[in-house]
């Protein structure tokens, strides 16, 4: 079962988690490949989305928005757009969009950058959002601070927190068809609440927010000898020791001499689990987006309209009379019809 460990290290300004996601990554998997799914991606495809969705798990685990966290990457390679959903309660979903062959044990920059353009997008959808309130969007190139294209996941969303929250941040992740697990460590805010969430809900300094708990972050970057420490054990941890040994094996291996406190796992109903937030009113509003004309042209070329999704491989059918419903419907609202197909 998916499981999410958060611990602290007693007496330290050093936080960490560490995801696994079995039943949850196989699922999206399975979904996939199945007979409503688009087909199974290619295995270094599965391999970035597996560490997309436990990266996202542990990004929403540390923040604990309320919404959607959802992670992007996207770029001039075969992987047009790769996306990975985190809600708050942990449900997740994930999907890639690939156009062309995809080599053999691909880098994150064949994969999604060859001309060094890639981007990766953090984006934070509050659930309830207030009249006229923006969900929070930062955006980072998938290169470091020499314009070097950068190999790995890790890296890039490293260099996105430490811009976003200017914090130090270490990330350990791995995939492969049966787990998509990952660890994180970070140190702890020297003051304030000026974290990705709270960007979010209060604007950055530039947008007339407190500057002062910034820059006293940024001085401590790098800094603190006991997360440079605990960072460097984390780094240690091998690929296939995250994919095949359980959390307490891990922890027990990378931080032995250290005051570890654990708190209880989220696991189950608790814990990350796959869920998609498709629905066929979102498909009937979608289709309402295209506009009359449009719709009568795919009914006159088709005789209906399929419509699957991207994340879960449900297909929604309409018929032209479910169509002309749409367009009809009182109030602006899409008719509720249960078939799916």
Known sequence: MSELHRFIFDGLPVRGMVVRLTDAWQEILRRRAGPTGAGAHP???????????????????????????????????????????????????????????????????????????????ITLDPQDRLPGQQAYQGVVPLFGDRHEPLERLSEVLEHYMLQSEQLDTTLVLAADDRVAAGLL????????????????????????????????????????????RISVLARSLQREELLTLDVDTILRRLFWEEPLLRFEPQVGDHGPRFACSCSRERVARMIRGLGQAEAEGILAERGHIEVGCDFCGQQYHFDPVDAAQIFSAPGGQPPVNPQVH
């Open 43 to 121: 295995q270094a495809v599965r391999e970035l989305l597996g560490e997309m969705a436990a990266a996202g798990v542990l990004m929403q685990g540390n923040i604990k928005f309320n919404g959607a966290l959802v992670l992007q990457i996207f770029g001039d390679g075969p992987v047009k757009v790769a996306v990975a959903e985190v809600q708050s309660d942990l449900s997740l979903r994930a999907t890639a969009t690939v156009v062309g062959g995809v080599p053999a044990g691909a880098s994150l920059s064949q994969l999604v950058n060859r001309g060094n353009q890639g981007r990766c997008a």
């Open 185 to 228: 460590i970070q140190r702890l805010p020297v003051q304030g609440q000026n974290n990705l969430a709270g960007i979010g809900a209060q604007g950055s300094a530039d947008a007339g927010g407190d500057a002062g708990g910034d820059v006293s972050r940024e001085d401590c970057i790098g800094l603190d000898e006991h997360y440079n």
